[in-house]
């Protein structure tokens, strides 16, 4: 027969156990996401290219073509142009999509969204967009130099109201909180 | 390869019999367990959502007062919940691979099986959404890899993850979304807990007393000792590069990064299949299927007791009026949830050994083992020339008692022992070449027919029909109840039995 003591000894053995593989792996080891010396690129965006063709007025024959009650003089197509994005790190293209609109008709908006890890320091940056496919080249782009801490976050976003790409940076986000003047 | 490592777990859990006793061990009772974590959790969160900030600035600085400010009965509250979740993760993921282990995944437990698969994702969901209420570098890690995660699926796109672009793109409207998730989550894995263990008749859901005591009091120690603590705030600008994980809710996150989205939705979508389709894609041994029959009722010999439907532990028999016997019922066995235990045979009365019959055949019988073949092998084992020998009737789950069988020594195994009718312990008990009778099988708190032992034991006290009624004396009758890996304990037993048996009639 087990001493009681020994069965006590036991059961505290096992409770400590149990509890002990929680209390280890709960708050566990750390995990290291992301290396010392890197950095992080966001390139997103939500954009709707442009349409893939102009309006048209209708003739008199087709108008007479229709009954009466779809008449409408004027026909606009709804599919919009796929985007074209291409990301260029210090000359070096790192990412180049095409992106279909979305949605059954092809209309819809855009989005997208990648991330990269790259070395800290300065990096040289170039993002174009095609929006149009009856427009030659790039409608929208920027380039520019940014430094990057290690563990810092560029992102890179698209505001057609801002005028195109917008980066966005700790450093910039810290001057933009700090009071005027 | 199962068979060995059924005989592990059977190690194992001897090893924990002697330290906790069978009523305790909590090999046995890891589901109820988990519904006990389930329960604290759930308490300690009601606590900490009346002091939590549920907007996405007050949320993180809310989380630190309850940490810091009331660390006495907020920070333990908080840890508590932290920890109750975790071991609820240890048990469930125990008690699934310990199901597995013994094979009960097939035929009438593929319900509970199959029922348990989605609470798995339902678990995780509801761990991984309450680490980014804390919003701390923690949540900003889980909230940005789940969003990209979620994201890599067509229907969901890449728009999710422009949510945690900026600090400013964060509302609190979408904060107020987390938390109202973080509530329904579990609701709907507390309805499909109960859906999981619905068709289990009297399923255990609460652990025994002592275990919920000695877990409490070691998860409360855990809390003092190692207090969950938050990362920095989450501050979106940075991406955090060193996180304090979670392994246990969170293992499946490194993977995302070395593996991809989608591998990872291969991965966990293939497990999840794998577990759906397990009770029909592994076979069960030869032998359990050979004995693998659903119960048959003999009209002839039913008089419509009930006491079968009352015993059976898989709600399998049904009660209708008798087919030819008037103001009489008899007993019907649907085979899809038959487990053919034959605890409904140990219950009939008609199944005794003193009938004067050519075949001895019961109100209900098991095709794999009929109620003649236990009066043949009890037969048998008497014909022996041992004088004042010992009678063992044990179960195959159990302990395997044929090894036991020796000079002075008689055994019959049976598929489970609340098979056994208590007529036949008398009528082993009157025979003038036994000295006793010992009864063993899996322990109440483990029987793999989940109610045989303890229905056995409620016979022969007297609690539960058939009652044990013998001219032979109760003295003359043990139980001793044994694991698989509990041989020395019961042959100490056995001797201990016989040599009281001799004292008395010294």
Redesign the interface.
Known sequence: M?AVWA?Y???A????A??????L????????????D???I?L?L?HAGELVADCHERTAAELTALPPNMRAPKVCPRERSPLQLELRLDEERVYSETLPP?GLRRDGRV???R?LSVPAGDVRVAVKLKDDVRADGFQFERTGTVTLT????L?I?FDEQAGGFVF???TQ?ARLAAPAG | MLTSLQRGLRRLEAVFNVAFGAAWNPWYQLGALGFFCFWLATVTGIYLFIFFDTSILGAYASVQRITDVQWYLGGVMRSLHRYASGAMVITVTLHLAREFVLGRFRHVRAFSWISGVPLLWLMFAAGIGGYWLVWDGLAQYIAVATSEWIGWLPVFGDGLARNFLTNSALSDRFFSLLVFLHIAIPLFLLLGMFIHIKRIKLARSTPARGLMVGTLTALVALSLLRPAASMAPADLTFTVARVDLDWLFLNVYPLLDTLGPGPVWGLLGGITAGLVVLPWVWPARAAERALDLPAVVDPANCNGCSWCFKDCPYEAITMIPHSYKADLRQAVVDPDLCTACGICEGSCPSATPFRHVEELVSGIEMPGYPLDRLRQETAQALAGTDTRAVFVFGCDRGLDITALAAPGVKVVSLPCIGMLPPSFVDYVARQANVSGVMVTGCHPAECFFRKGSEWTQQRFSGERMPHLRTSAGKNKVRIHWAGPHERVALKAAIESFREELEAVSA
Do not use: C
């Open positions: 087990t069965r000894l036991g059961q053995a096992a409770y400590a149990f509890v002990g593989t929680v209390g792996l709960a708050p566990g080891p750390t995990y290291q996401h992301l290396a010392p890197l950095a992080t966001k997103s939500r979305r989005s997208v969204y991330r290690p563990a810092e976050v992102v976003d966005r940076t700790a986000a």
